[in-house]
Protein backbone atom coordinates (compact mmCIF):
# COMPACT_ATOMS: atom_id res chain seq x y z
CA UNK A 1 0.00 0.00 0.00
CA UNK A 2 1.28 3.56 -0.58
CA UNK A 3 1.18 5.91 2.57
CA UNK A 4 -0.84 8.41 -0.07
CA UNK A 5 -3.75 6.27 0.27
CA UNK A 6 -3.69 6.38 4.30
CA UNK A 7 -3.17 10.14 4.45
CA UNK A 8 -6.48 10.58 1.85
CA UNK A 9 -8.33 7.85 3.47
CA UNK A 10 -7.53 10.32 7.10
CA UNK A 11 -8.34 13.44 5.37
CA UNK A 12 -11.82 12.47 4.08
CA UNK A 13 -12.81 10.86 7.23
CA UNK A 14 -11.40 14.44 9.34
CA UNK A 15 -12.96 16.73 7.10
CA UNK A 16 -16.60 14.69 7.13
CA UNK A 17 -16.40 14.69 10.62
CA UNK A 18 -15.99 18.42 11.21
CA UNK A 19 -18.94 18.86 8.99
CA UNK A 20 -21.41 16.41 10.33
CA UNK A 21 -20.29 15.08 13.82
CA UNK A 22 -19.14 18.71 15.17
CA UNK A 23 -22.43 20.48 13.43
CA UNK A 24 -24.47 17.93 15.44
CA UNK A 25 -22.43 18.84 18.79
CA UNK A 26 -23.48 22.66 18.10
CA UNK A 27 -26.36 22.18 17.24
CA UNK A 28 -27.22 19.94 20.53
CA UNK A 29 -25.36 21.73 23.03
CA UNK A 30 -26.62 24.95 21.72
CA UNK A 31 -24.44 27.20 20.59
CA UNK A 32 -25.28 30.66 20.11
CA UNK A 33 -24.14 33.28 17.84
CA UNK A 34 -26.35 36.26 19.16
CA UNK A 35 -24.60 35.93 22.72
CA UNK A 36 -22.05 37.71 24.19
CA UNK A 37 -19.29 36.80 24.59
CA UNK A 38 -16.76 37.04 27.69
CA UNK A 39 -14.80 39.14 25.74
CA UNK A 40 -17.28 41.69 24.43
CA UNK A 41 -18.62 41.71 28.02
CA UNK A 42 -15.37 41.82 29.76
CA UNK A 43 -13.08 43.84 27.87
CA UNK A 44 -10.10 45.11 29.68
CA UNK A 45 -7.84 45.29 26.59
CA UNK A 46 -5.10 43.11 28.01
CA UNK A 47 -6.29 39.58 28.72
CA UNK A 48 -10.27 40.44 27.63
CA UNK A 49 -10.24 41.08 23.88
CA UNK A 50 -12.85 40.90 21.34
CA UNK A 51 -11.03 39.96 18.00
CA UNK A 52 -11.73 38.83 14.64
CA UNK A 53 -12.15 34.85 13.67
CA UNK A 54 -9.39 34.60 11.86
CA UNK A 55 -6.60 35.73 14.34
CA UNK A 56 -8.37 33.58 16.99
CA UNK A 57 -8.45 30.78 14.63
CA UNK A 58 -4.39 31.68 14.11
CA UNK A 59 -3.92 31.76 17.55
CA UNK A 60 -5.09 28.36 18.48
CA UNK A 61 -3.63 26.79 15.67
CA UNK A 62 -0.19 27.95 16.72
CA UNK A 63 -0.83 27.47 20.49
CA UNK A 64 -2.02 23.64 20.37
CA UNK A 65 -0.34 22.60 17.44
CA UNK A 66 3.58 21.95 19.13
CA UNK A 67 5.74 19.20 18.88
CA UNK A 68 3.59 16.69 19.79
CA UNK A 69 1.51 15.72 17.28
CA UNK A 70 5.07 15.34 15.29
CA UNK A 71 6.64 12.91 17.81
CA UNK A 72 3.89 11.07 18.93
CA UNK A 73 2.74 9.86 16.00
CA UNK A 74 6.51 8.90 14.83
CA UNK A 75 7.19 6.82 17.60
CA UNK A 76 3.57 5.43 17.75
CA UNK A 77 4.19 3.86 14.33
CA UNK A 78 6.44 1.45 15.75
CA UNK A 79 2.66 -0.71 16.42
CA UNK A 80 2.46 -0.70 13.01
CA UNK A 81 0.20 1.78 10.46
CA UNK A 82 -3.28 0.45 11.26
CA UNK A 83 -3.69 1.30 15.12
CA UNK A 84 -2.04 4.69 14.55
CA UNK A 85 -4.39 5.08 11.71
CA UNK A 86 -7.44 4.30 13.51
CA UNK A 87 -6.61 6.06 16.97
CA UNK A 88 -6.05 9.21 14.91
CA UNK A 89 -9.28 9.22 12.99
CA UNK A 90 -11.46 7.97 16.22
CA UNK A 91 -9.74 9.75 18.89
CA UNK A 92 -9.42 12.96 16.87
CA UNK A 93 -13.00 12.89 15.89
CA UNK A 94 -14.71 11.53 19.25
CA UNK A 95 -12.22 12.44 21.96
CA UNK A 96 -9.84 14.74 21.29
CA UNK A 97 -12.13 17.65 19.13
CA UNK A 98 -14.91 16.82 22.01
CA UNK A 99 -12.62 17.75 24.69
CA UNK A 100 -11.41 21.08 22.80
CA UNK A 101 -15.26 21.87 21.99
CA UNK A 102 -16.44 20.76 25.18
CA UNK A 103 -14.14 22.47 27.37
CA UNK A 104 -14.76 26.27 25.03
CA UNK A 105 -18.37 25.51 25.66
CA UNK A 106 -18.41 25.50 29.64
CA UNK A 107 -15.76 28.27 29.71
CA UNK A 108 -17.48 30.72 26.98
CA UNK A 109 -20.81 30.36 28.96
CA UNK A 110 -19.22 31.00 32.34
CA UNK A 111 -17.56 34.65 31.75
CA UNK A 112 -14.27 32.88 29.96
CA UNK A 113 -13.52 31.24 33.46
CA UNK A 114 -10.19 28.42 33.21
CA UNK A 115 -10.89 24.96 33.87
CA UNK A 116 -10.11 24.89 37.65
CA UNK A 117 -12.45 27.17 38.28
CA UNK A 118 -15.40 25.61 36.45
CA UNK A 119 -14.10 22.08 37.91
CA UNK A 120 -15.12 23.81 41.35
CA UNK A 121 -17.95 25.19 40.03
CA UNK A 122 -19.69 21.47 38.53
CA UNK A 123 -17.45 18.91 40.43
CA UNK A 124 -16.54 20.36 43.33
CA UNK A 125 -13.55 22.14 46.11
CA UNK A 126 -11.98 19.01 46.46
CA UNK A 127 -12.00 18.50 42.69
CA UNK A 128 -10.89 21.53 41.57
CA UNK A 129 -7.60 21.49 44.05
CA UNK A 130 -6.45 18.20 42.28
CA UNK A 131 -6.56 19.59 38.86
CA UNK A 132 -5.12 22.55 39.91
CA UNK A 133 -2.17 20.51 41.55
CA UNK A 134 -2.18 18.33 38.81
CA UNK A 135 -2.62 21.09 36.20
CA UNK A 136 0.00 23.63 37.38
CA UNK A 137 2.99 20.65 37.72
CA UNK A 138 1.92 19.69 34.44
CA UNK A 139 2.55 23.07 32.73
CA UNK A 140 6.07 23.49 34.21
CA UNK A 141 7.08 20.42 32.62
CA UNK A 142 5.65 21.48 29.22
CA UNK A 143 7.69 24.89 29.70
CA UNK A 144 10.38 22.70 30.51
CA UNK A 145 9.98 20.44 27.97
CA UNK A 146 9.71 22.41 24.86
CA UNK A 147 12.28 25.04 26.01
CA UNK A 148 14.62 21.88 26.02
CA UNK A 149 13.43 20.97 22.71
CA UNK A 150 13.75 24.13 21.38
CA UNK A 151 17.21 24.77 22.58
CA UNK A 152 18.18 21.56 21.05
CA UNK A 153 17.28 22.32 18.34
CA UNK A 154 18.76 25.60 17.16
CA UNK A 155 21.80 23.88 19.12
CA UNK A 156 25.34 24.51 16.98
CA UNK A 157 27.73 22.32 18.94
CA UNK A 158 27.56 18.72 20.16
CA UNK A 159 28.77 17.42 23.72
CA UNK A 160 32.58 17.90 22.81
CA UNK A 161 32.15 21.60 22.06
CA UNK A 162 32.73 20.92 18.14
CA UNK A 163 30.58 22.21 15.50
CA UNK A 164 27.67 20.47 14.54
CA UNK A 165 27.36 19.72 10.55
CA UNK A 166 23.92 21.20 10.45
CA UNK A 167 25.62 24.21 12.67
CA UNK A 168 24.32 27.00 10.06
CA UNK A 169 20.77 25.70 9.30
CA UNK A 170 19.67 25.39 12.93
CA UNK A 171 21.21 29.07 13.35
CA UNK A 172 19.01 29.76 10.62
CA UNK A 173 16.10 28.45 12.13
CA UNK A 174 16.75 30.08 15.26
CA UNK A 175 17.09 33.32 13.70
CA UNK A 176 14.16 32.98 11.82
CA UNK A 177 12.05 32.27 15.54
CA UNK A 178 13.76 34.98 16.83
CA UNK A 179 12.84 37.32 14.31
CA UNK A 180 9.07 36.29 14.00
CA UNK A 181 9.43 38.21 17.27
CA UNK A 182 10.24 41.03 16.02
CA UNK A 183 8.19 41.55 13.01
CA UNK A 184 4.90 40.09 15.03
CA UNK A 185 5.38 43.20 17.37
CA UNK A 186 5.68 45.19 14.23
CA UNK A 187 3.13 44.25 12.53
CA UNK A 188 1.06 44.06 16.19
CA UNK A 189 1.93 48.05 16.37
CA UNK A 190 0.39 48.43 12.66
CA UNK A 191 -2.43 46.64 13.07
CA UNK A 192 -3.07 48.45 16.61
CA UNK A 193 -2.35 52.01 14.35
CA UNK A 194 -4.43 51.42 11.20
CA UNK A 195 -6.27 48.61 11.89
CA UNK A 196 -5.98 46.98 8.54
CA UNK A 197 -8.79 44.11 8.30
CA UNK A 198 -9.16 41.59 5.00
CA UNK A 199 -6.88 41.00 2.44
CA UNK A 200 -4.92 44.06 4.11
CA UNK A 201 -3.96 42.48 7.40
CA UNK A 202 -3.10 39.26 5.16
CA UNK A 203 -0.52 40.75 3.22
CA UNK A 204 1.02 42.70 5.82
CA UNK A 205 1.00 39.23 7.65
CA UNK A 206 2.64 37.60 4.75
CA UNK A 207 4.92 40.23 3.96
CA UNK A 208 6.09 40.10 7.93
CA UNK A 209 6.53 35.98 7.57
CA UNK A 210 8.74 36.27 4.45
CA UNK A 211 10.76 38.83 5.98
CA UNK A 212 11.39 37.01 8.75
CA UNK A 213 12.07 34.02 6.69
CA UNK A 214 14.72 35.55 4.09
CA UNK A 215 16.89 37.76 6.97
CA UNK A 216 16.58 34.27 9.30
CA UNK A 217 18.10 32.06 6.40
CA UNK A 218 20.50 34.95 5.96
CA UNK A 219 22.12 35.63 8.83
CA UNK A 220 21.98 32.48 11.22
CA UNK A 221 22.86 32.74 15.06
CA UNK A 222 25.80 30.43 15.76
CA UNK A 223 25.40 29.24 19.22
CA UNK A 224 24.88 26.80 22.07
CA UNK A 225 22.00 24.81 23.89
CA UNK A 226 22.27 26.28 27.10
CA UNK A 227 22.60 29.87 25.66
CA UNK A 228 19.01 28.84 23.70
CA UNK A 229 17.47 28.17 26.49
CA UNK A 230 18.35 31.79 28.42
CA UNK A 231 16.95 32.98 24.88
CA UNK A 232 14.19 30.99 25.12
CA UNK A 233 13.15 31.93 28.71
CA UNK A 234 13.64 35.66 27.92
CA UNK A 235 11.31 35.22 25.17
CA UNK A 236 8.48 33.31 26.73
CA UNK A 237 8.27 34.88 30.15
CA UNK A 238 7.88 38.60 28.16
CA UNK A 239 5.27 36.69 25.29
CA UNK A 240 3.05 35.61 28.34
CA UNK A 241 3.09 38.92 29.86
CA UNK A 242 2.69 41.35 27.51
CA UNK A 243 -0.95 42.40 25.93
CA UNK A 244 -2.03 40.13 23.54
CA UNK A 245 -2.66 42.40 20.62
CA UNK A 246 1.24 43.19 21.20
CA UNK A 247 3.19 39.93 20.07
CA UNK A 248 0.90 36.70 20.68
CA UNK A 249 -2.03 37.50 18.51
CA UNK A 250 0.16 39.16 15.41
CA UNK A 251 3.02 36.07 16.05
CA UNK A 252 0.50 33.69 15.78
CA UNK A 253 -1.30 34.99 12.70
CA UNK A 254 1.88 34.98 11.23
CA UNK A 255 3.33 31.49 12.25
CA UNK A 256 -0.19 30.39 10.83
CA UNK A 257 1.02 30.96 7.31
CA UNK A 258 3.86 28.60 8.00
CA UNK A 259 1.51 26.21 9.26
CA UNK A 260 -0.20 26.42 6.57
CA UNK A 261 2.60 26.16 4.58
CA UNK A 262 4.24 23.11 6.16
CA UNK A 263 0.54 21.24 5.90
CA UNK A 264 0.89 22.29 2.17
CA UNK A 265 4.40 21.27 1.67
CA UNK A 266 4.25 17.71 3.55
CA UNK A 267 0.90 16.83 1.27
CA UNK A 268 2.44 18.08 -1.77
CA UNK A 269 5.31 16.38 -0.98
CA UNK A 270 3.52 13.18 -0.04
CA UNK A 271 2.17 13.97 -3.48
CA UNK A 272 5.46 13.68 -5.53
CA UNK A 273 6.94 10.87 -3.59
CA UNK A 274 4.26 8.59 -2.97
CA UNK A 275 6.70 7.05 -0.53
CA UNK A 276 5.72 3.25 -0.42
CA UNK A 277 4.48 1.76 3.01
CA UNK A 278 7.70 -0.14 4.73
CA UNK A 279 5.51 -1.15 7.91
CA UNK A 280 3.70 -3.68 8.69
CA UNK A 281 0.00 -3.18 9.25
CA UNK A 282 0.55 -4.46 12.63
CA UNK A 283 3.74 -5.09 14.67
CA UNK A 284 2.13 -7.12 17.47
CA UNK A 285 0.57 -5.70 20.90
CA UNK A 286 4.42 -5.34 22.68
CA UNK A 287 7.19 -3.23 21.18
CA UNK A 288 10.77 -3.37 22.94
CA UNK A 289 11.14 0.42 23.43
CA UNK A 290 7.81 1.33 23.99
CA UNK A 291 5.77 -1.46 25.75
CA UNK A 292 2.66 -3.04 25.25
CA UNK A 293 -0.03 -1.77 22.75
CA UNK A 294 -2.86 -0.98 25.66
CA UNK A 295 -2.39 1.73 27.67
CA UNK A 296 0.67 3.31 25.78
CA UNK A 297 -0.36 3.95 22.09
CA UNK A 298 -3.29 6.15 23.69
CA UNK A 299 -0.73 8.08 25.48
CA UNK A 300 2.28 8.08 23.03
CA UNK A 301 0.18 9.76 19.91
CA UNK A 302 -0.56 12.67 22.66
CA UNK A 303 -1.37 16.17 21.35
CA UNK A 304 -2.18 15.27 18.02
CA UNK A 305 -5.19 13.29 19.26
CA UNK A 306 -5.93 14.09 22.70
CA UNK A 307 -4.34 16.81 24.48
CA UNK A 308 -5.06 18.06 28.14
CA UNK A 309 -2.72 20.95 27.90
CA UNK A 310 -5.79 22.73 25.31
CA UNK A 311 -7.85 22.67 28.10
CA UNK A 312 -5.57 24.63 30.57
CA UNK A 313 -5.56 27.23 27.64
CA UNK A 314 -9.32 27.58 26.87
CA UNK A 315 -9.55 30.87 29.03
CA UNK A 316 -7.36 32.51 26.80
CA UNK A 317 -8.93 31.60 23.49
CA UNK A 318 -12.82 32.32 25.24
CA UNK A 319 -11.26 35.58 26.41
CA UNK A 320 -10.58 37.05 22.84
CA UNK A 321 -13.64 35.28 21.15
CA UNK A 322 -16.39 37.70 19.43
CA UNK A 323 -19.22 35.11 18.77
CA UNK A 324 -19.94 31.61 19.98
CA UNK A 325 -19.98 31.12 16.60
CA UNK A 326 -16.45 30.85 15.69
CA UNK A 327 -16.08 28.05 18.61
CA UNK A 328 -17.08 25.05 16.35
CA UNK A 329 -14.06 26.00 13.66
CA UNK A 330 -11.82 27.32 16.36
CA UNK A 331 -12.20 24.27 18.42
CA UNK A 332 -13.53 21.47 17.23
CA UNK A 333 -12.00 22.07 13.95
CA UNK A 334 -8.40 23.36 15.04
CA UNK A 335 -7.96 19.90 17.00
CA UNK A 336 -9.00 17.26 13.91
CA UNK A 337 -6.61 19.65 11.56
CA UNK A 338 -4.16 18.86 14.38
CA UNK A 339 -4.85 14.95 13.56
CA UNK A 340 -4.27 15.35 9.86
CA UNK A 341 -1.05 16.93 11.27
CA UNK A 342 -0.12 13.79 13.03
CA UNK A 343 -0.87 11.18 9.96
CA UNK A 344 1.01 13.14 7.67
CA UNK A 345 4.32 13.08 10.09
CA UNK A 346 2.85 9.09 10.86
CA UNK A 347 2.83 8.52 7.01
CA UNK A 348 6.61 9.69 6.79
CA UNK A 349 7.39 7.84 9.50
CA UNK A 350 6.39 4.04 7.31
CA UNK A 351 7.97 5.15 4.57
CA UNK A 352 11.97 5.44 6.28
CA UNK A 353 11.01 1.85 8.79
CA UNK A 354 13.59 0.51 5.97
CA UNK A 355 16.18 2.64 7.19
CA UNK A 356 17.33 1.18 10.34
CA UNK A 357 15.19 3.23 12.36
CA UNK A 358 12.97 0.90 14.13
CA UNK A 359 14.03 2.03 17.20
CA UNK A 360 10.67 3.98 19.06
CA UNK A 361 12.49 6.55 20.99
CA UNK A 362 13.21 10.60 20.80
CA UNK A 363 15.93 9.51 18.70
CA UNK A 364 13.55 8.37 16.27
CA UNK A 365 11.44 10.98 15.92
CA UNK A 366 14.44 13.56 15.09
CA UNK A 367 15.64 11.28 12.88
CA UNK A 368 12.32 10.32 10.98
CA UNK A 369 11.74 14.39 10.60
CA UNK A 370 14.87 14.46 9.11
CA UNK A 371 14.92 12.00 6.86
CA UNK A 372 11.03 12.68 5.66
CA UNK A 373 12.09 16.64 5.36
CA UNK A 374 14.99 15.48 2.66
CA UNK A 375 14.53 12.63 0.92
CA UNK A 376 10.64 11.51 1.34
CA UNK A 377 9.18 15.05 0.64
CA UNK A 378 11.72 16.62 -1.83
CA UNK A 379 13.39 20.09 -1.92
CA UNK A 380 10.50 22.37 -1.68
CA UNK A 381 8.07 19.97 0.36
CA UNK A 382 10.63 19.26 3.13
CA UNK A 383 11.85 22.67 3.50
CA UNK A 384 8.71 24.13 4.39
CA UNK A 385 7.74 21.13 6.24
CA UNK A 386 10.69 21.75 8.87
CA UNK A 387 10.43 25.59 8.94
CA UNK A 388 7.21 24.65 10.33
CA UNK A 389 8.45 22.04 13.03
CA UNK A 390 11.19 24.76 13.70
CA UNK A 391 8.72 26.85 15.30
CA UNK A 392 5.72 24.29 16.80
CA UNK A 393 7.75 24.24 20.22
CA UNK A 394 8.08 27.98 20.24
CA UNK A 395 4.40 28.37 20.77
CA UNK A 396 3.58 25.82 23.27
CA UNK A 397 6.69 27.03 25.83
CA UNK A 398 4.80 30.84 26.03
CA UNK A 399 1.05 29.42 25.51
CA UNK A 400 1.86 27.63 27.97
CA UNK A 401 3.44 29.72 30.70
CA UNK A 402 0.29 32.67 29.85
CA UNK A 403 -1.93 29.93 30.36
CA UNK A 404 -0.63 28.57 34.05
CA UNK A 405 -0.03 31.97 35.06
CA UNK A 406 -3.96 33.13 34.44
CA UNK A 407 -5.05 29.49 36.27
CA UNK A 408 -2.94 30.58 39.05
CA UNK A 409 -4.10 33.81 39.55
CA UNK A 410 -7.73 32.90 38.71
CA UNK A 411 -7.55 30.13 41.63
CA UNK A 412 -5.85 32.32 44.03
CA UNK A 413 -7.49 35.46 43.28
CA UNK A 414 -4.53 37.47 42.81
CA UNK A 415 -4.59 40.89 40.94
CA UNK A 416 -2.61 41.00 37.27
CA UNK A 417 -4.23 44.51 36.62
CA UNK A 418 -0.32 45.65 36.05
CA UNK A 419 2.85 44.40 33.69
CA UNK A 420 4.11 44.60 37.38
CA UNK A 421 2.31 41.87 38.75
CA UNK A 422 2.05 39.67 35.65
CA UNK A 423 5.60 39.48 35.73
CA UNK A 424 6.38 39.13 39.08
CA UNK A 425 4.15 35.93 38.97
CA UNK A 426 5.80 35.25 35.79
CA UNK A 427 8.78 35.08 37.33
CA UNK A 428 8.04 32.46 40.29
CA UNK A 429 6.97 30.06 37.67
CA UNK A 430 9.89 29.95 35.75
CA UNK A 431 12.21 29.62 39.63
CA UNK A 432 9.76 26.16 39.35
CA UNK A 433 10.97 25.55 35.78
CA UNK A 434 14.68 26.22 35.90
CA UNK A 435 14.58 23.54 39.33
CA UNK A 436 12.94 20.86 36.40
CA UNK A 437 15.15 21.68 33.75
CA UNK A 438 18.20 21.17 35.90
CA UNK A 439 16.48 17.45 36.90
CA UNK A 440 16.70 16.98 33.30
CA UNK A 441 20.02 18.01 32.64
CA UNK A 442 21.94 15.95 35.16
CA UNK A 443 19.64 12.70 34.29
CA UNK A 444 21.44 10.91 31.13
CA UNK A 445 17.68 10.46 30.20
CA UNK A 446 16.54 13.47 31.24
CA UNK A 447 14.49 15.13 28.42
CA UNK A 448 13.05 11.16 27.34
CA UNK A 449 11.67 10.67 31.32
CA UNK A 450 10.38 14.19 30.99
CA UNK A 451 8.66 14.32 28.16
CA UNK A 452 7.06 10.86 29.29
CA UNK A 453 5.75 12.39 32.46
CA UNK A 454 4.16 15.13 30.04
CA UNK A 455 2.92 12.35 27.89
CA UNK A 456 1.13 10.43 30.51
CA UNK A 457 0.02 14.14 32.45
CA UNK A 458 -0.93 15.67 29.34
CA UNK A 459 -4.00 12.76 28.76
CA UNK A 460 -4.79 12.54 32.26
CA UNK A 461 -5.60 16.46 32.12
CA UNK A 462 -7.60 15.19 29.09
CA UNK A 463 -9.90 12.70 31.07
CA UNK A 464 -10.64 15.28 33.62
CA UNK A 465 -11.39 17.85 31.41
CA UNK A 466 -13.69 15.42 29.41
CA UNK A 467 -15.34 14.36 33.11
CA UNK A 468 -15.96 18.67 33.67
CA UNK A 469 -17.34 18.95 30.68
CA UNK A 470 -20.14 16.34 31.01
CA UNK A 471 -20.80 16.98 34.32
CA UNK A 472 -21.33 20.88 33.21
CA UNK A 473 -23.83 19.08 29.88
CA UNK A 474 -25.22 17.45 32.86
CA UNK A 475 -26.05 20.06 35.35
CA UNK A 476 -27.52 22.34 32.26
CA UNK A 477 -29.82 19.61 30.98
CA UNK A 478 -27.97 18.55 27.41
CA UNK A 479 -26.87 15.53 26.41
CA UNK A 480 -23.61 14.09 27.91
CA UNK A 481 -22.97 10.71 26.80
CA UNK A 482 -20.39 12.16 23.69
CA UNK A 483 -18.00 13.61 27.17
CA UNK A 484 -18.84 10.72 29.10
CA UNK A 485 -17.89 7.59 27.28
CA UNK A 486 -14.44 9.05 26.70
CA UNK A 487 -14.02 10.27 29.66
CA UNK A 488 -14.42 6.55 31.26
CA UNK A 489 -11.92 5.16 28.16
CA UNK A 490 -9.21 7.43 29.12
CA UNK A 491 -9.69 6.98 33.22
CA UNK A 492 -8.96 3.34 32.17
CA UNK A 493 -5.84 4.42 29.90
CA UNK A 494 -4.41 6.51 32.75
CA UNK A 495 -4.71 4.64 35.97
CA UNK A 496 -3.34 1.50 33.74
CA UNK A 497 -0.39 3.62 32.43
CA UNK A 498 -0.02 4.76 36.06
CA UNK A 499 0.42 1.95 37.75
CA UNK A 500 2.43 -0.59 34.88
CA UNK A 501 4.93 2.59 33.56
CA UNK A 502 8.59 2.54 34.65
CA UNK A 503 8.00 6.04 35.11
CA UNK A 504 5.19 6.03 37.57
CA UNK A 505 3.95 2.99 40.03
CA UNK A 506 6.33 0.98 38.13
CA UNK A 507 9.59 2.67 39.83
CA UNK A 508 8.23 1.22 43.34
CA UNK A 509 7.05 -2.00 42.78
CA UNK A 510 9.49 -3.72 40.52
CA UNK A 511 12.67 -3.50 42.07
CA UNK A 512 13.80 -6.95 41.19
CA UNK A 513 14.08 -5.74 37.41
CA UNK A 514 11.02 -7.94 36.32
CA UNK A 515 9.78 -7.25 33.01
CA UNK A 516 7.18 -4.83 33.17
CA UNK A 517 5.00 -6.76 30.34
CA UNK A 518 4.43 -9.47 33.51
CA UNK A 519 2.64 -6.19 35.28
CA UNK A 520 0.34 -5.06 32.52
CA UNK A 521 -2.42 -7.60 33.00
CA UNK A 522 -2.83 -6.86 36.64
CA UNK A 523 -2.83 -3.06 35.91
CA UNK A 524 -5.26 -3.02 32.88
CA UNK A 525 -7.59 -4.96 35.09
CA UNK A 526 -7.11 -2.20 37.93
CA UNK A 527 -7.73 0.63 34.93
CA UNK A 528 -10.57 -1.01 33.47
CA UNK A 529 -12.34 -1.50 37.36
CA UNK A 530 -12.02 2.26 37.83
CA UNK A 531 -13.00 3.76 34.62
CA UNK A 532 -16.13 1.35 35.46
CA UNK A 533 -16.29 3.00 38.87
CA UNK A 534 -16.26 6.54 37.61
CA UNK A 535 -18.80 5.81 35.13
CA UNK A 536 -21.00 4.41 37.80
CA UNK A 537 -20.55 7.40 40.36
CA UNK A 538 -21.41 10.33 37.76
CA UNK A 539 -24.40 8.51 36.49
CA UNK A 540 -25.50 8.76 39.74
CA UNK A 541 -24.37 11.78 40.54
CA UNK A 542 -25.47 12.66 37.26
CA UNK A 543 -29.15 11.74 38.35
CA UNK A 544 -29.71 14.25 41.03
CA UNK A 545 -29.97 16.70 38.11
CA UNK A 546 -32.42 15.25 36.32
Known amino acids: ?28 WGIDPTAQTPA ?35 QAAAFGWLPVLLWILLGGIF ?65 SGAMVEAARSNGAAGSISLLFIVFAMLFGLVQKKFRFTGWKEAVLGLACTVAALALGMMAPLIAGQDAWIYITFVYIFFAAVLPMWLLKQPRDYMTTFMFIGMIAGAVVGLLVAHPAMNLPVFTGFHNDSLGDLFPILFVTVACGI ?72 GPVGGIIALLGVIVLPITSGDT ?38 VFAKMNPNGFNVLWRYFAWSNQTLAMIALWAAAMYLVQNGKNYWMCAIPATFMTGVSITYFF ?33 AFLLLFQKKASAYK
Open 400 to 437: ALRSLRLAISDSLHLDQSSNAKRLSLAGVIFALVAVIL
Open 95 to 159: FGAVTDFGALYASVKNDGKSMGLLIEKYIGKLGRKLFLLFCWLFTLLVIAAFADMVAGTFNAFDA
Open 40 to 74: VRLNDGKDYVPTDGWTVFSHQFSSIAGAGPVTGAI
Open 306 to 377: LSGFHSTQTAIITRTMKSERQGRTTFYWMMVLEGFIAMVWAAGAMGVYNLGLQEANASLATATIGVVCKDIL
Open 500 to 532: AAPECMGLLWNPMGVPYSTYYPIAIAIGLVAAA
Open 1 to 28: MNTLVIVLIAAVCLIAAYALYGRWLART
